[in-house]
């Protein structure tokens, strides 16, 4: 069974820092790796997709990496400010599933 | 578009009782599914559909069923509550089975207490 770990589970970090979370999941057949964002008491809202055959993907201040080979994703968030405070969640889409890790709650201090 | 809808966003139930979870989306998405959010365990599969008339189960399915009688729904039952059900549940769904193009969509989910 696949098995998705995220680490750290908590971080915090001063506004405008640049950082870096990670993923790590142990079978590499994957289809693809989706990054998440949720809010306290809310569901979650899509950030990136990265599809199997690619390694990175960017949009606006974030920029998400793919490497296979050694299991591992992280999602870099530049210049960071309060409103990314939120938990971050990677999926891996297997055959018939989500997988998901347990998420690493980031707090940016204004 | 509206996405995935679920209702209700709060419910509170005696250990016995029944309900259904609604979920429906109008993006033409073949597969639907539910999963249920606890703490310290992330998100785990309940059940799943590849598209109306298909069904299957997920990790967690007992105590739960569902049906897909149309593209656009796909309810989920709790056919006998217990506290060990108390949990957010949600409600995704994507073009395809492997998420392929744009990935999966979330809806805001279900807050279910069981007391």
């Known amino acids: 069974k696949q098995e998705v770990t995220q680490i750290p589970a908590a971080l915090s970090v001063p506004e405008g820092e640049n950082l870096v979370l990670n993923c790590s999941f142990t079978?590499?057949?994957?289809?693809?790796l989706q990054w998440f964002r949720q809010d306290p008491g809310k569901g979650l809202t899509s950030l990136l997709l990265?599809?199997?055959?690619?390694r990175e993907q960017t949009s606006g201040r974030l920029n998400a990496s793919l490497d296979k080979s050694s299991g591992r994703s992280t999602l870099y968030i530049a210049a960071s400010q309060p409103g990314d405070s939120a938990t971050y969640l990677c999926?891996?889409?297997?055959?018939?599933?989500?997988?998901f890790g347990t998420g690493t709650r980031l707090t940016v201090i204004p | 578009n509206a996405g995935v809808t679920q209702t209700p966003k709060f419910q509170v139930l005696k250990t016995g009782q029944s309900m259904t979870l609604q979920c429906a989306q109008d993006m033409n998405h073949e597969y639907m599914s539910w999963y249920r959010q606890d703490p310290g365990m992330g998100l785990r599969l309940i059940h799943y559909s590849v598209g109306a008339g298909i069904t299957d189960q997920g990790e967690v399915p007992n105590g739960y069923n569902v049906s897909r009688s149309t593209t656009e729904d796909f309810p989920l039952r709790l056919l006998s509550a217990a506290p060990s059900q108390t949990s957010v549940y949600f409600c995704?769904?994507?073009?395809?089975?492997?998420?392929?193009?744009?990935?999966?969509?979330f809806g805001s989910g279900t807050r279910l207490t069981v007391v």
């Open positions: 995704a769904s994507s073009y395809s089975l492997i998420g392929e193009d744009y990935g999966y969509t």
């Open positions: 999926a891996l889409t297997g055959a018939n599933n989500l997988f």
């Open positions: 079978d590499s057949a994957i289809y693809n």
């Open positions: 990265i599809q199997s055959s690619q």
